[in-house]
Structure formats: C-alpha cells, structure tokens
C-alpha cells in the first residue's frame, strides 16, 4: 500500500526520467503529488452527441473509431494521423499532427473520449489535435468530459501525464490528517479534507470546485489565525523593559519642530507610547505613504527611549533603528542628530563602512545604534535592545526580517517596523491579529500632489527648457537612469552616459552621480553636497528610491521608466514633493514601449497615493498577487482571499473556540518566529 511519505517512485509508472521531471515541480513524494494543485480549469462539459455539435465550439464526444490511418505529408512535413470517430448520430473526423505513436495505441474498434474545438475542413466535420482518452468503464474520463484540471508543467511533462498520476493516487486523500474540528466543519458546511483534495483535482461541477476551494481556503486561514493566537500567548509570556513616557519633553520636543504633527502623526506617536510603555513588547507596523512623515514618530519613540536613560546610565536601554540602506541610514543618523540637538542623547552610526568610526565617547554606551543590515552580520554593538525599529521594512528579504527576529528574540525588544506598502486592511487586521496597526493616511498639509507626464524622445527638448527654469530658480533634480554603466545590451540608460550627455544641455548647473558600486565617502559627499544645494542635479540608480528626503528637490526624470514596476515609480516620486514647491515627476519612455509597461506609466501618472496605485496593480496583473507583496514577502494565500472578509472572521472565530477548547493545542504547534511573514 502506498503511503503519503513514500518517494514518488513508488508509484507505478514512475521511474528515474518522470522522477526527475516531478523533482523540478518540488514533487518528490506521493504526499506532494496529491498536493500539487492545478491552477486552472476547462469546463468541456459532458459528451454531445455528434449530429449536435456545433461549428467553433469545444465540446466533448464519445465514439468509436471507425477507421485510423496515418500518412506523412511530404509539403507541409507534417505526419498526419486521420481517424473516423461515430456515435449513433453521426461521424467526426479527428486529426492529429506529429503524434506517431498514435498508429499503435490507437486502432479500429476503440471507444475513445475527445474533447477539442470542432470545426468544417473541405465540408467534414472535424475535430483537430483532440486530446482523447480510450475509455476505461472503471476510471471514467479526467482529460475529455465535465471539468478539466490544468497544471503548471515542466518541459517534458504533460498535462494528460500529471492527470493521470494524480487520479492513480487519488484515493491517499483519504488518510490526509483532517484537523479540522468536526463541529467547525458542521457550522460552516465545509468539506472533508479528503472530499476537498478529490474535488480540487477532479470536480464533477463547478459547484463541487466551489465547495473545495472554500475548505482549502478556510484552512488557511484557520492556520494563520491559530498561528497568531500562538504569537499572543507567547507575547503574553515574554518581558519588555517598559519605557516610561516622559510627557514634558515630549511636548517641548513636539513644540520645537519646525512643523506641526499631523493628527495622525500624533495618533501613531500616541499608539507606540501606550505600547512601548508596558512590560510586554510591542509589535507594531506603522503604514503610511512616502513622505507622511513617518521618521519623526519613530524619532519620538527613540527620544523616549533615551531620556529612560538620563538618571542612571549604568545599563542604559538601547534602541535599534535600522534603515535597507546605507544612504538611508546615514540620512536617519543626520536628521536625529539634528531633530535632538537640543538633548544629550548619544547616537551612533553602524554600517559596513562606518563600524569602525565611534561616534560614542569611550566609556558611554549609545542610547541609539543607527544601522544597516551590517548589524545583524557584525558583532553588534548592542546585545540587548529595548526598542527595535526597522524602516522600509518591505525592502528587507524574507530571510534578514527572519534574521532580524532571530536575533533579538531573545532579548524581546519592542518593535516598531515602518512601511510605505499598502496592506490591505483585512490582512493587517484579522490575518496578524496580533500586530498592531497604525496609519498615516494623509500627507503633511501645504504638499501639492507632484504633476507626472510621460515623456517620449521627442518631447525632451522642451522638458529640459522647462527644466532649466526650475533650475535657474533655485530647485534641484534628481534623474534616476536603470543602470551604473552602459554594459548592458538592452539599451537602457546609464549613469555615466547620462551624466556625459546633461552636462552638454546644462553647462551651466553642477551635475553629480550617486550610485551603489561608489566608495562610501564618495556616496557621502554627493548627498551631502546635494542636500546643501550645492549640487543641481544629482544622477542616481535605485539606491535612492527609499527613505531618502531632500525636499528642495522638486524635479524628477526617470530613464527608462518602463522598466520598473509600480511600486518602485511610486517610491521614486515619493522623492520629491517633500516640500512646499511644486514638482513633477517626468517618466521617459521609449517610443515602443509595450502596452502593459505603458500602462503602468499611465497609472502612476493619474494617480497619487500609493493605495491607489495598489488597487490599479491588482487589476493590471490581473491576479491574486498584491502591490508590492512580493518584495514586502507577506505571505501568499494559495486558496484564500484577501479580500473575502467573511471567511477571514470566521476563521478567527474558530481558531478562538478551539484554543478555547483545548488550550494545549497552541503548545504543539510550531512556534513561528517572524511575526511579520509567515
Ligand atoms: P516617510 O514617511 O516617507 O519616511 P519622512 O519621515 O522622511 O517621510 O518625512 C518626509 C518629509 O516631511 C521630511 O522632510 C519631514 O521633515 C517632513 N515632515 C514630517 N512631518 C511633517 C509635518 N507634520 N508637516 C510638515 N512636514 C513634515
Ligand atoms: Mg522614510
């Protein structure tokens, strides 16, 4: 007997060539074969009579071969495989190309099933390149009647093969753990594990496909929230140092800005205190648009942090904050010297280049490490944060959040992590019960939304003379270009190129570049240079697109603009606009670009706001994967929607009822560790 952990060659009719292929789709056990799911279906329907069929329609028939010859076209080079199919009402031609070993499988007498599009080739009937099936009383048709399963293949490997695997093993369904509670699956009318996993693959209707969905749907999200549940009870448990909060600086702190705090500035600034001044650690993400003004509200949880430490500085609480890049970081590391200079406050600088350089005298440890990914690879010069906060979390992979998490778990630190991705409320909410969610919906008051314009070649001249106004009057541009040097054959722009060409049309302006393979001091001195308005015009790769803020910035060009996603033009534009002035943001483009880049550069010229361009991505996609979520690497639900509120709640209650029930299950279950992801 077959059993879910045998290897795949355990299945008759798999051997070392079909194994190879299965090992490429991650299928190496029977258990993942019966979970390889199709990702779409054909409804063929079921068998029509032949005098019924229709021309230009696909439909299925069931006849027997009357005749079956094969013959080499010699014009076309094709071999040609012709046979006669007859039912009681009628006969169909059937025509296959290439396909030899049709001549020996096949022959005079057998009941075939075929499905295929059906059409008149010189006044017959004729139904062409059908995929058939010689019909087996015992097995029934999974390739030619009622609703078909498709796969994602691998070069050599057949839908018709995959199908018929999976049907072979089918009936391991039925010893698949369903740890569904019986009274859930009651309430809610789900299917049966096994049911389900039979009618994912071969359902009779679209109905039954409905049915399964929804239980495989519902398991997911059953897991995600008992998962969340288990991240709960673990929070409960674990101790945080409480930061006091220190009311009357804040205020002073708050007074002395050169802005006003927006109201939802203050509500998230509000929400973190409450938290991190509790004795359990906070997990909070803070959402909001490129340029909220979300690093001011992480300066105030920074700012408490360190005034915790004035009265006794024998082992301070020490704060993390850390930025996906270099720039980003060095630009943090000025601003809160800048926004503290009023405080004693101790910050200290930690990149792959700047470990070396103390920022803290000898015998004083800094309240605030400011730092990049170098952090986490070093010796850290904090073992024990108190406060943890990550910015542009989306742009950290999968595994450095992991690493991140890991390495402090032990400490518990609270943590703060900042993004400018949209996520969907219902996912924040009801998926990650157990973060906390704050938003800064709106933009500081005075910002005007930055005019966008797709530029092709010819309309260049005049955005230069436009530009050079702007210029001459005191604002400065930043042009982003997809490449450092022209090495590549594509014909992108690069910086180097670019730089040659801008200092013919603007003799006038000083032109600098910004790019990752430059010495970090180089790096440096154009940003600081750019920032002191020294520097007219910066030229920068991708390095710039998060985090970085220099609102006398008003001007944009971005090179090649189609070739970057949504989400990245979005953090692009959000480079400038920072300020009061007025700015535009010019997409170039070249004159061929295709349709569905184009589109993209339409959406991000109509619209503004991140949630909007993410509502526009879903739809130009056209599929379940979310604005920016593939590089944030929120998780990706197979069966559930996002969006399906009602199914999300349900499952919250039922993860609740039954941790209720039996609160011994959370103990079993995996801790996992990032709450973040998965
Ligand atoms: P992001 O949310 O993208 O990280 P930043 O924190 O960099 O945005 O803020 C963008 C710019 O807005 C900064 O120059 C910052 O000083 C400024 N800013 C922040 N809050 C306000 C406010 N309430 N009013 C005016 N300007 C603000
Ligand atoms: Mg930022």
């Known amino acids: 007997m077959l059993k879910l952990e045998d290897k795949i060659t355990q299945v008759s009719g798999i051997g070392p060539a079909l194994e190879k292929k299965l090992k490429r789709l991650k299928i190496e056990t029977a258990k993942d074969l019966l979970l390889y799911f199709p990702w779409y279906y054909e409804d063929i329907g079921q068998a029509q009579p032949i005098a019924n069929l229709q021309i230009g329609q696909k439909a299925g028939i069931v006849g027997k071969i009357d005749l079956i010859s094969s013959r080499r076209s010699f014009k076309r080079k094709l071999y040609i495989t012709e046979a006669l199919i007859s039912d009681e009402s009628g006969t169909i031609k059937a025509v296959w190309f290439n396909r030899k070993f049709l001549k020996n499988s096949l022959q005079a007498g057998d009941i075939l099933s075929l499905a295929g599009k059906i059409e008149e080739k010189n006044g017959q009937l004729t139904i062409s390149s059908p995929v058939y099936e010689k019909i087996n009383q015992k097995k029934g048709q999974i390739h030619t009647a009622g609703i078909v399963p498709y796969y994602h293949l691998t070069a050599g490997l057949t839908h018709k093969q995959l199908r018929f695997l999976i049907k072979k093993i089918i009936s391991l369904a039925n010893v698949l753990d369903d740890w569904l509670p019986e009274d859930t699956k009651k309430r809610l009318n789900i299917l049966d594990k096994s049911k389900a996993i039979e009618k994912i693959h071969f359902p009779k209707n679209f109905q039954e496909l409905k049915e399964a969905k929804k239980r495989l749907a519902f398991e997911e999200l059953f897991l995600r929230q008992l ?270 190129e670019e730089i040659k060409s801008l200092k013919k049309i603007f003799p006038q302006f000083a032109i600098d570049k910004l790019h990752g393979k430059m010495r970090s001091q180089d790096k440096d001195k154009a940003m600081k240079k750019f920032l002191d308005n020294e520097t007219k015009i910066l030229v920068s790769t991708s390095v710039v697109e998060v985090g970085v803020d220099v609102p006398n910035a008003t001007i944009m060009i971005i090179e090649g603009s189609e070739r970057f996603g949504l989400a990245q033009l979005h953090q692009f534009r959000g480079r400038i606009g920072r300020g009061k002035k007025q700015s535009y943001c010019f997409l170039k483009a070249s004159a061929e670009v295709k349709s569905k880049a184009l589109e993209r550069l339409e959406a991000t010229k109509k619209y503004s706001k991140g949630s909007e361009l993410a509502k526009e991505d879903l739809k130009l996609r056209g599929s379940g994967e979310i604005y920016g979520t593939m590089q944030s690497g929120f998780p990706e639900l197979k069966f559930a929607s996002l969006f399906d509120l009602e199914l999300i709640k349900a499952s919250q209650i039922e993860a609740k009822r039954l941790i209720k029930k039996d609160p011994r299950l959370l103990k079993s279950l995996k801790y996992f560790s990032d709450p973040l992801i998965d």
């Open 227 to 496: 998962k969340s549940e288990k991240v709960f009870e673990k929070l409960s448990l674990l101790k945080a140092n409480p930061i006091a909060f220190k009311e009357k600086a804040t205020k002073e702190f708050v007074k002395q800005l050169p802005f006003t705090l927006t109201a939802e500035q203050k509500q998230a600034t509000w929400e973190i205190i409450q938290d991190i001044k509790a004795d359990k650690p906070m997990i909070r993400l803070l959402q909001g648009d490129v340029g909220s003004g979300k690093t001011v509200v992480a300066a105030i949880a920074l700012l408490n942090l360190a005034l915790n430490n004035q009265k006794s500085t024998k082992s301070p609480y020490q704060a993390i904050f850390m930025a996906p890049t270099e720039i980003l970081a060095k630009q943090h590391f000025h601003t809160l010297q800048k926004l503290f200079k009023n405080w004693s406050i101790k910050i200290q600088l930690h990149t792959r280049s700047y470990k070396e350089k103390n920022y803290q005298s000898k015998n004083e440890l800094a309240d605030i490490i400011i730092g990049t990914q170098a952090l986490l690879q070093d010796k850290s010069p904090v073992e024990n944060p108190s406060l943890l906060i990550v910015d542009e979390q989306h742009r950290f992979g999968v595994n450095q959040r992991y690493e991140i998490i890991k390495k402090y778990q032990e400490t518990t630190p609270h943590f703060l992590s900042m993004t400018a991705t949209p996520i969907p409320r219902t996912l924040a909410l009801s998926i990650y019960g157990h973060i906390g969610l704050s938003t800064i919906k709106n933009l500081p008051p005075g910002r005007q939304e930055v005019i966008t314009k797709i530029v092709e070649d010819r309309d260049k001249e005049k955005m230069y003379q436009f530009i050079t106004k702007k210029l001459e009057a005191g604002d400065q541009a930043f042009v982003i270009c997809p490449l450092i040097s022209p090495t590549d054959k594509l014909g992108a722009r690069s910086v180097e």
